[in-house]
């Protein structure tokens, strides 16, 4: 696909989806570097490539936050069953 005021191709959805795949498990050093063999040489705009570089950025951390979470929310999970534990009341045998 190619933009009509530059002559430059644009990364159309199929290949931003097929580029995503690739990089999708990457640190993002990684999937820019793959990024970068992808489009070297082949006339891509650069502003389509970075619009795309900082949608895999942005995933990338939602995606490292999303596990952040779960670590934490984890936690959390361990400290008020513990405390639960800790709280209930214990049966005591009066025989």
Do not use: W
């Not at 005021?5 to 290949?15: F, T, Y």
């Not at 989806?17 to 990457?26: I, Q, S």
Request: aromatic content about 6%; hydrophobic content about 35%.
């Amino acid at each position: 696909m190619d933009q009509q005021a530059s002559g430059q191709k644009i990364l159309d959805p199929i290949e931003r989806a097929k580029l995503g795949l690739k990089v999708f498990t990457l640190p993002y050093p990684q999937a820019e570097t793959l990024i970068d063999e992808y489009v070297c040489g082949k006339n891509y705009d650069q502003s389509s490539v970075d619009y795309f570089k900082d949608q895999v950025a942005t995933q990338i951390h939602i995606r490292e936050k999303g596990a952040d979470l779960l670590v934490t929310g984890g936690e959390i999970v361990k400290l008020v069953a513990g405390s639960i534990m800790k709280n209930l009341p214990k049966n005591v045998d009066r025989s």
